[in-house]
């Protein structure tokens, strides 16, 4: 990483469901072009600080900001339509079950979103979806709807989608994890095409394979807290933490089990 | 049975049959508008809206559809609202189908998947856009089905106009009775009509779900 501006920045993140706390206290900031993945077990917190991000899953206390703009304001309901819309824009999200729209085509999948906010004619709208689709391998699925795609296909249609609105930032919250085992790897060729090409990206997952050859940091959660972050090779190898070490034994474990 | 008593009174059974067609149009038209905004009331973020469409649906499914039509034919006078009885028929069963199509759009609606919402709305879009290009295109595949359950429902419903004389099928057939002392062929003509209705309505409703159903 050159350049350490604050790109997200994540400020005393609290979220709690009446007596339930799960996410205390949470600081974490990403840099422009940064690949961040954030591991831990179940229920630690993690996609819930992730959907937080774009306020889907509104904090009960707290700061999400977008190159200093706050993402999560509180405002009168149709001032923060009007403003989460268009921060919303600027962040792609692609999650566990593709949330493709069933009753569009791949090409209106991608080209819906940018028709109707940024007026693209269909022509523009066209050329947007022809593009995007080839950049996730594809194109010769255009005109087909998603129940007649495998589920990798599924997911790189949303991801085609998700880009498709030029975001800055996107977010994947267990993006492979619904997938047959082999079909995870088209996806995670795909997602590390992205990291290539320098989009920031935040990544919860539970592959640590994944992982650790492709983010520049590795954010270990567990029960709402940040138990240990670092490069993925201080986390992986040489964990500080006790919770860390447990995680890791079970979750490599298991890996090392399912992958025989 | 006396065929040839059956052969002679249809006509008059035909023409009386497209009263009941004429009263289902209408009536199943006034439900549906109903239904969609008592539906849209009660999936609002104002609580106001979800208590009025909320009690909408439980008085008119709480008190026999009879009931109502008598209140407003009979009762009506009384209040100032003066209708004919085939306008009291189609205002009164219209009501009072638009409840049932109330919990059958709203279902539709809720069952869509949440993801549904959540991806449209994380590409920016308005909650009404995300209503209006997302959700509501896959509800109305989900509603076709569950709406000409009430549909049916509704045509033979409308029997229920012959109660305050509207000269409909049920009437039509009551009123032969009188003349001909023959409730069986006057019944049993008057079945067999409702049945055809119901039918070609039927397999209206199973065209349109197939031509929108999705591959």
């Known amino acids: ?260 | 049975m006396d065929i040839d008593l059956i052969l002679r009174v249809y006509p008059h059974f035909l023409k009386a049959a497209l009263v009941t067609v004429e009263l289902s149009v209408l009536t199943v038209l006034l439900g549906l508008v109903c239904g969609a905004a008592a539906a849209a009331a009660r999936l609002s973020r104002f609580a106001i809206l979800r208590f009025i469409g909320a009690a909408y649906v439980s008085l008119m499914r709480g008190i026999p559809a009879l009931i109502f039509l008598f209140l407003l034919y009979f009762g009506g006078p009384q209040i100032g609202i003066q209708l004919t009885a085939f306008q009291a028929g189609v205002i009164g069963l219209g009501i009072n189908i638009g409840a049932y199509m109330t919990e059958t759009m709203r279902g539709a609606i809720i069952s869509v998947d949440h993801g549904q919402a959540e991806a449209a709305r994380t590409l920016g879009l308005s909650q009404f856009q995300s209503f209006r290009k997302v959700i509501l295109p896959q509800a109305m595949r989900l509603m076709i089905r569950p709406l000409g359950v009430n549909i049916n429902a509704q045509i033979k419903g409308t029997a229920l106009v012959a109660a305050i004389s509207v000269v409909e099928l049920t009437y039509t057939a009551q009123r032969y009775i009188g003349s001909t002392y023959k409730p069986f062929e006057m019944f049993f003509l008057a079945g067999i009509l409702y049945l055809i209705i119901i039918t070609v309505t039927g397999k209206m409703i199973s065209f349109l779900d197939r031509r929108v159903r999705l591959p």
């Open chain 1, 1 to 260: 990483m050159t350049e350490k501006t604050p790109f997200v920045d994540i400020r005393h993140a609290q979220k709690a469901y009446g007596d339930l706390e799960v996410l205390k206290d949470i600081n974490l900031t990403v840099s422009k072009g940064e690949i961040v993945a954030i591991i831990g077990p179940s229920g630690s917190g993690k996609s819930t600080l992730l959907r937080a991000i774009n306020d889907l899953d509104p904090l009960s206390s707290g700061e999400v900001l977008l190159e200093g703009v706050q993402v999560n304001k509180t405002l009168p309901h149709r001032q923060y339509e009007k403003h989460i819309n268009e921060m919303r824009q600027h962040i792609g999200m692609v999650f566990q079950h593709f949330n493709l729209f069933p009753h569009l085509t791949v090409r209106e999948n991608v080209t819906m979103a940018p028709k109707l906010l940024k007026g693209l004619s269909n022509a523009e709208a066209d050329q947007l979806a022809e593009e995007q689709l080839a950049h996730v391998g594809m194109s010769e699925r255009i005109d087909y709807y998603p129940s007649q795609l495998s589920g990798g296909q599924k997911q790189r249609v949303a991801i085609a989608r998700a880009l498709a609105m030029k975001p800055k930032l996107m977010l994947f919250d267990e993006a492979t994890s619904a997938l047959d085992p082999e079909l995870v790897e088209e996806v995670n060729l795909v997602m590390k095409k992205l990291a290539e090409e320098h989009m920031t990206m935040i990544i919860v997952t539970h592959e640590m394979d994944f992982a650790a050859s492709v983010c520049d940091r590795v954010i270990f959660m567990d029960g709402g807290v940040v138990v240990e972050e670092g490069p993925p090779s201080v986390v992986f190898q040489n964990p500080t933490q006790e919770r860390t070490k447990n995680f890791l034994r079970k979750h490599l474990a298991q890996y090392a089990e399912s992958s025989k």
